[in-house]
């Protein structure tokens, strides 16, 4: 159960796109459809942005999508906004459980 | 409007024990499975364990396997994690979180805030 692979930290101005990675294996990310994205603020709990891969729960922005290929799930933000800024954790159903990934930080530049 | 209150963390030794207790409401807790995420001071999202609507299928991170036990009361609307054995490695802030389906292999839509257990001598 080793956690998936983000970058540490990713950086945009306000209304770019950026594209946060995930790397798994088959174990995990490949091997099914049960990626998850969750935005995280300082001292909050974990907000649920995309489920399924690619599906976007009622209530958050259709600025954030994602995707898949492979092993590697994306977490894209357009129209980057200064409350974007955050900690973001992908997650997977695996083999024998769910696991995180390492989190990317995003600052809004 | 969908609630999730931990409690039940605590100071504890090495060793020793915590019975996690998290109380739902706003949604029929029966319908879906539920998980334990924790989150260590200043480190990302560590998946603990995870229980189907039925308790059918229980999960168990390797971190904790054979020390931390997962148990719903779906009459009471109540999700537990039974840790022993407990190690300084467990201390964090442990949320409860609802799936978005009966089963484990989803999202979590719904989270509480969490309670902070702490593992030290």
């Known amino acids: 159960q080793s956690a998936l692979t983000q970058p540490a930290s990713v950086s945009g101005s306000p209304g770019q796109s950026i594209t946060l990675s995930c790397t798994g294996t088959?174990?995990?990310?490949?091997?099914?459809?049960?990626v998850s994205w969750y935005q995280q603020h300082p001292g909050k709990a974990p907000k649920l942005m995309i489920y399924?891969?690619?599906n976007r729960p009622s209530g958050v922005s259709n600025r954030f999508s994602g995707s898949k290929s492979g092993n590697t799930a994306s977490l894209t933000i357009s129209g980057l906004q200064a409350e974007d800024g955050a900690d973001y954790y992908c997650?997977?159903?695996?083999?024998?459980?769910?696991?995180f990934g390492t989190g990317t930080k995003v600052t809004v530049l | 409007e969908v609630q999730l209150v931990e409690s039940g963390g605590g100071l504890v030794q090495p060793g020793g024990s915590l019975r996690l207790s998290c109380v739902s409401s706003?949604?029929?807790?029966?319908?879906?499975?539920m998980h334990w995420v924790r989150q260590a001071p200043g480190t990302g999202l560590e998946w603990v364990s995870s229980?189907?609507?039925?308790?059918?299928?229980?999960r168990y991170a390797d971190s904790v396997k054979g020390r931390f036990t997962v148990s719903r009361d779906n009459a009471k609307s109540s999700l537990y994690l039974q840790m022993s054995s407990l190690r300084a490695e467990d201390t964090g802030l442990y949320y409860c979180?609802?799936?978005?389906?009966?089963?484990?292999?989803?999202?979590?839509?719904?989270w509480g805030q969490g309670t902070l257990v702490s593992v030290s001598s």
């Open positions: 979180a609802k799936a978005i389906r009966p089963i484990a292999a989803s999202g979590l839509d719904h």
């Open positions: 706003g949604f029929t807790f029966d319908d879906y499975a």
């Open positions: 229980i189907s609507w039925s308790s059918g299928t229980v």
């Open positions: 088959s174990n995990d990310v490949a091997g099914y459809e049960y």
């Open positions: 399924d891969v690619s």
């Open positions: 997650s997977s159903y695996t083999t024998s459980g769910t696991v």
